[in-house]
Structure formats: C-alpha cells, structure tokens
C-alpha cells in the first residue's frame, strides 16, 4: 500500500549538533506507527518536521505522494508536546475557536463523546488536571477530523491510570480508520497501541517493523528469571547454560521454558522465587544499543 | 474570515475576563483624570510664562531686567496670532512686542497678567502700550485631558498587543495556532481589530464618564476627534506588532516596551506643554507617535481646530502605521 506520508534522507542540524541524521521510513494510511526512543533521541525534532512546523535541513517529506501542501494542515491534526492554551477560555470556547480555525469540522456532540469532555466544557481550560488536559489537546488535534494525527508524547507525565486511559482513547481513534503517529519512549505504550514501530537513536533510526516481530527475530520467545540469593555459583557451574545477571535476577533465554526448569530442578534450585517473562522493547533498545533507555 | 472572527472573538474573551487588565485599563485613565484635576485645580502659579514675538537679538536694557525677574520664563514667537491665541485660553500670561512699537498684551481675566504688567512697568518698561484679550481659562485638566486618554491608548495598546503575543509565543499557543490553517496575517488583523475595539469602547467611555463629572472644554469635531483616536491607536497597535514581531522573551518584551513608552510619555506633552523646551527635545518628540495623538486630539479639544490645522498630524500617524505595520508583518515568527 502507499504510504500516506513517507520521509527520505531527513536531516536536521542546529550548529554541530545533528539532531536527525539521514531518517527514511513510510508509513502505511490506517495504522498506528510509533516513533521510540530515548529522551533526545530526535523524535520531536522529526515529528515536528513531518508535520511541517519545522523547516528540515535536508532531505524530503511526501505526503500521499507530494510535498506538504496547503491541504496539508486541513487534513492533519496535531498534538504538540507542549501546548499552553489561551488562558481564560473555557473547554468549549477553545474547541469553538479551533473549530473555526478549519473548514472540516468532526460532528460536535461526536468529538465531545469521544474524548469525554461532556462534563468539562464549561470548566477553565487552565483547571483541567494532567489527563484531562491531555483529552482536551486531543480533541484539539480532532476538530477538522483530521485523516492523519501527531501525537507527540501525548501521556508523558500522566499517571498510570490516566495514561491508560489516554490508551484506550487513542485505540478508539484508531479504530476510526485515522493514520496514528505517535512518539514515546515508554517502550510499553508503543507495545500496546502501535502497529508498528521504529526505533530512533542519536537521530538515527536502528530498527523497524512491527514490535512482535521485531521482538522475535531478535531474541528468542522467552525468559526464565531466577532470584539470585536461590542460586548459587557452583549450581551456575553445573548448569552448563548461558544466562545474563539483571539486578537481582538470574536470567535464561529459551525458546522452550520447559527445558530450563527441568534443568535447575537437577541441580536442586528451588523454583519459589522464579519468574516467567516475555521480552520487551525495553530488551530489545538494551540489545540494540548497548545501553539502558536514558530516562 | 471565519477563522478571523474566532481568533478575535477569543482575544476579547480573554481580555474582557482578564480582570487585572481590564481594570488597569479602564480605572487609570479616570484616576489619573481626576487626580490631576484635584491636584492642579488651584492657582499658586510657580511660573509665568511670558511671549516674546520678535526676534531676541534686538532687546534693549529694560527689557532684559524684566526678562531677569525670577520664576518668570520668556517663550520666543515668530507669529503674533498664536501668541495671542495662547493668552486667550490662558496657557501663556503675556505677550510683548517692540516692533514695530512697543506693546503688551494681558488677558483681562486674569490675574496673572495683572501682576506681570506690575513687573513690566518696575523694570522700566512703562513706555509699552497694554492691549487686552478676552477669553475663558482652558483649565489644566482640560488641557491635560487629551494628554492622559491618549496615553491610556499607547499603554493600552503596546503592552495589550505586543506582550501579549510575546507571551503566546513563550507559551507555544502560537506555534499550536501554525498548525492550523491560520496564516499569519489573518492572526495579526484579529489581533489588531480586537486591540482597537476595546481601546475605542473603553475611550469612548472614559471620556463621557469624565465629562459627566468635570465637565472638560471640547470646541472641536466630535468625528475628527474619533478619527485622531481611531488613527492613534491603529499606530500605537502596529509598533506593539512590530515589537513583538519575533522576540520570545516577556522579560525583553517589556524592556523594549519601556524603552519606548517613557519617552513618549515624557516627551509627548501629555502632561506639560514642551513649548520653550530645547528645540533639540522638540525635535525628537516629533518623531513619537504619541506626540501626533496628543497635539492633535488637544487642538481639536481646546482650540477647536479642524482638519485643516492638524492635517500634519493625520499623515504623519498614517506614515508611521503603515510603515510599523508593513516591518511586522514582514518578520513575524510563529516560534
């Protein structure tokens, strides 16, 4: 299918520092594509030179094939990082105002519904608490029912249940047949919403595709944790099997859980303290780069 | 238009709910108003303000005393009917000439020129024929009237303009506004109209409201008036554009603000007449803005004058809008 935006050699420099070096990846119309990487990883920068705020300094964007035009902005919808509102507006005088910013509108009571905004219409938009705010620029970035929408970081800061619900707000958007894209570096909100990801590191990308397969093709299916003080060096010995120290942890990688656990109960490890996990993205960067997530 | 209409209708909510601002902009203007007529309402004169018309070079001795005499200042003019025309409404107590003969003239209402005429004849100046004007005193809140709500107006204006668009692109509302399909003209023209909607209302008010109490002189065009306001303010928001064209610091904002708003409001003889101030300070206050607004809403005020007086004023302020609005236009940034 051909991507609905699609990015080529993007570089963005400021001085000596080059914030994005050389990106190219396309998205397909219809999916969720996350954008990960640590804090200063250049996701912003990238974003913002997709949505055409910021000028790339080389390279070239296409969107549905051509470079962003005038109809861009009527069928995009954005959702910066960081938004301050127009103060002394209530919920339903700023929607008002970028309502009548854009030619399309998505049906009113429909855009309220669907970011819960029916009880904080009347509120100040300046009293709204972190994950309603969030549902406000959301709603923002909803308002000419836009065919693609940016989210940038849109649950940084949020608590987890607030986070989570901010999720389930964004599978619904999805499930509307909008184009998503989203960055993060909560390796675990790209697992739960996007389709596929890419990974950015110092302003380059280092892996793409979807996060199970990408998961897969790189490690194996599973891991066998056990709590260090269980066992012991001479039980390792014996063992004869590769395995990694995480914290407190002793890890075995498997494709097949059943072999370790056979294997550590002949040397006698007690199985109280064990743990079974899957491999996460959150691996997947260590095992890219080389190095934890700056967080 | 549309998109115009939103961005202004929001401009003014915001404005409207933003009690500090409000009340800053509607409760100085009557403060000062009435503060000054109280304050300046007696008339322990510490001046007296004397005209010369002729050409200082051929004063004689007796002259020179009378010149000499303390707490009294000599005012040099060219042109015998404004002189007069000052003594009139009481802005200046006395004119003198010696060419062709010696004469003097004093407003026979008041009692300031009765006593420079004892001072004359005591330096030796009993050889000068007396003539008299007639007219009523323009007292000074008066005077100072067109002075203050024009003042109000630069106030109002700059820092409701130029801060507050600084502050929106610190805040990043304005890159949120880029966005959008909003171009930057549209946003610019929304943010004027709502500025000039409120100044005017708020002006308009203010000056009834002070009427109502002081009953201040107004001989000139009610409609000429409005147009000097209209013009005025439109200038004053073009600058408060300009400045704010692509700063992105309040604190920098406010500093260049300052830096333009307290010569003006020194130098623009809001609150005292620069007449026989140093020709070098009278040319610099013709290149404010707030001086054109000033001269021109008081001359229609207390002199009555017409377009045809104050023309100078109308194309100087227009030069200056289209010139401030024209630059910020050219290098707004959204960021």
Redesign the interface.
């Known amino acids: 299918m051909e991507p609905i935006i699609e990015i080529k050699n993007l570089e963005k420099h400021y001085g000596d520092v080059n914030a994005v070096n050389g990106l190219s990846f396309g998205i397909k119309p219809g999916i969720c594509f996350g954008l990960l990487g640590p804090n200063g990883a250049g996701k912003t920068t990238t974003i913002e030179m997709m949505?055409?705020?910021l000028e790339p300094s080389a390279g070239e964007i296409l969107y549905k094939g051509q470079r962003i035009g005038?109809q861009f902005?009527?069928e995009?919808g954005?959702q910066?990082q960081?938004?301050?509102?127009?103060?002394?507006?209530t919920v339903r005088?700023t929607l008002?105002?970028?309502?009548?910013?854009?030619?399309n509108n998505l049906d009113w009571d429909e855009l309220v519904e669907l970011c819960s905004l029916q009880e904080l219409l009347d509120r100040d938009n300046q009293k709204l608490s972190g994950g309603q705010r969030q549902r406000l620029l959301l709603a923002?970035a909803l308002v000419n029912d836009p065919e693609l929408v940016f989210l940038d970081e849109p649950t940084t800061g949020l608590d987890p249940q607030a986070r989570r619900n901010f999720w389930d707000l964004v599978r619904l958007v999805r499930s509307r047949n909008k184009t998503i894209i989203l960055t993060t570096h909560y390796m675990e909100e790209a697992f739960e919403l996007c389709d596929e990801i890419v990974i950015v590191d110092k302003g380059k990308l280092i892996a793409e595709g979807s996060p199970e397969v990408l998961l897969k093709n790189h490690f194996g299916d599973s891991i066998v944790q056990i709590p260090q003080k269980d066992i012991s060096s001479s039980q390792l010995d014996r063992l004869a099997l590769s395995h990694k120290a995480r914290g407190e942890w002793i890890e075995f990688q498997t494709h097949d859980p059943q072999v370790i656990i056979e294997a550590l109960l002949k040397v006698s490890v007690s199985l109280a303290g064990m743990r079974l996990r899957a491999w996460s993205l959150e691996d997947l960067f260590i095992h890219l780069t080389g190095k934890q997530l700056r967080l | 238009m549309k998109r115009f209409l939103a961005v202004m209708h929001a401009r003014n909510l915001e404005f409207i709910r933003d009690r500090s601002a409000l009340s800053w902009t509607l409760i100085m203007p009557f403060f000062l108003v009435f503060a000054f007529a109280f304050i300046f309402s007696d008339d322990n004169k510490s001046l007296y303000k004397v005209a010369y018309v002729g050409d200082q070079t051929q004063l004689d001795a007796s002259e020179i005393s009378f010149m000499d005499t303390q707490h009294l200042q000599v005012i040099l003019y060219k042109n015998k009917e404004e002189a007069l025309s000052k003594l009139q409404h009481h802005q200046i107590d006395m004119v003198f000439n010696e060419r062709p003969e010696p004469i003097y003239w004093i407003n026979a209402s008041s009692p300031a020129g009765y006593m420079l005429e004892r001072i004359l004849w005591g330096s030796g100046g009993s050889d000068f024929n007396k003539q008299t004007v007639d007219g009523a005193e323009i007292r000074y809140v008066d005077w100072v009237l067109p002075g203050i709500l024009s003042f109000n107006i630069m106030m109002g204006c700059l820092f409701g303009v130029g801060y507050v668009i600084v502050r929106y692109r610190k805040s990043g509302f304005l890159k949120r506004l880029k966005a959008t399909p909003l171009s930057a003209l549209e946003f610019l023209i929304a943010q004027m109209c709502s500025r000039l909607l409120l100044m005017l209302t708020i002006t308009i008010f203010v000056f009834f409201g002070c009427d109502l109490f002081l009953n201040f002189t107004m001989l000139g065009s009610y409609l000429l008036l409005f147009l000097i306001t209209l013009l005025g303010s439109i200038c004053m928001i073009s600058l408060g554009l300009l400045v704010a064209a692509t700063i992105s610091s309040e604190e920098l904002a406010g500093g260049i603000l300052n830096l333009i708003t307290w010569p003006m409001m020194i130098l623009s003889g809001v609150w005292f007449s620069l007449e026989g101030a140093h020709p070098f300070v009278q040319n610099v206050a013709q290149i404010l803005p707030l001086t054109h607004l000033v001269d021109g809403a008081r001359a229609i005020m207390t002199e009555g004058q017409g377009i045809a007086d104050i023309y100078l004023n109308f194309i100087v302020l227009s030069v200056m809008s289209i010139v401030f609005l024209f630059l910020g236009a050219k290098i707004f940034r959204w960021e």
């Not at chain 1, 960081?82 to 507006?89: G, M, N, R």
């Open positions: 949505e055409g705020v005038s902005k009527n995009a954005i910066f960081a938004t301050s509102l127009q103060e002394f507006l005088e008002q105002l970028f309502k009548n910013l854009y030619a923002l």
